[in-house]
T-cell receptor
Framework: GESVGLHLPTLSVQEGDNSIINCAYS??????FIWYKQESGKGPQFIID?????DKRQGQRVTVLLNKTVKHLSLQIAATQPGDSAVYFCAENLGGTSYGKLTFGQGTILTVHP | DTEVTQTPKHLVMGMTNKKSLKCEQHMGHRAMYWYKQKAKKPPELMFVYSYEKLSINESVPSRFSPECPNSSLLNLHLHALQPEDSALYLCASSQGRTTNEKLFFGSGTQLSVL
């Protein structure tokens, strides 16, 4: 079946650097994407979402970019802080009759060094 | 209140036991979900409830039995589980208005089956 995947399973950065986490998706029918952050012992925490009719969306210190041509999603974190250390998952929703069916990518471990 | 509360946080059970996981939200959400997450893996959808009715069952074995007594509560009844069922069980909720919605997750129940 089709799935969401990530290019880099681990990413280490220095505090203050910008981080970029990538995600490749294979289902061209997906029309909604979400980035989640999961810290150890906690459930996934919503970071930012984007619909397929957009190519960029900004939040506080985070930006999500969507390239539908190459089916690629990225999460940019500005001025990365130690508290950003976590596993980051992208997730896609097919929409339509696939109500509530979020499919998660494999995750990227982000480690921020002070 | 923007929380999804899950109890218990940890559960150890034998293969002959019957136990229940509980989930509660007071955000007025009408869609609730159960996800299963194995260590170092992404969450995988198990069940979706929409307006207290089961709308998606991802071919989950019958030893897992979901129940949605009302719009704020979601239970997962466990019976005759296997050691491979050991995982983090995550509950989530969303508004239930459209197919493309962000899910709010609880912190999960870490289940160990002996």
């Amino acid at each position: 079946g089709e799935s969401v995947g990530l290019h880099l399973p681990t990413l280490s950065v220095q505090e203050g650097d910008n981080s970029i986490i990538n995600c490749a998706y294979s289902n061209s029918a997906s029309d909604y994407f979400i980035w989640y952050k999961q810290e150890s012992g906690k459930g996934p925490q919503f970071i930012i979402d984007i619909r397929s009719n957009m190519d960029k969306r900004q939040g506080q210190r985070v930006t999500v970019l969507l390239n539908k041509t190459v089916k690629h999603l990225s999460l940019q974190i500005a001025a990365t802080q130690p508290g950003d250390s976590a596993v980051y998952f992208c997730a896609e929703n097919l929409g339509g009759t696939s109500y509530g069916k979020l499919t998660f990518g494999q995750g990227t471990i982000l480690t921020v060094h002070p | 209140d923007t929380e999804v509360t899950q109890t218990p946080k940890h559960l150890v059970m034998g293969m002959t036991n019957k136990k229940s996981l509980k989930c509660e939200q007071h955000m007025g959400h009408r869609a609730m979900y159960w996800y299963k997450q194995k260590a170092k893996k992404p969450p995988e959808l198990m069940f979706v409830y929409s307006y207290e009715k089961l709308s998606i069952n991802e071919s989950v074995p019958s030893r897992f039995s979901p129940e949605c007594p009302n719009s704020s509560l979601l239970n997962l009844h466990l019976h005759a589980l296997q050691p491979e069922d050991s995982a983090l069980y995550l509950c989530a909720s969303s508004q239930g208005r459209t197919t493309n919605e962000k899910l709010f997750f609880g912190s999960g129940t870490q289940l160990s089956v002996l």
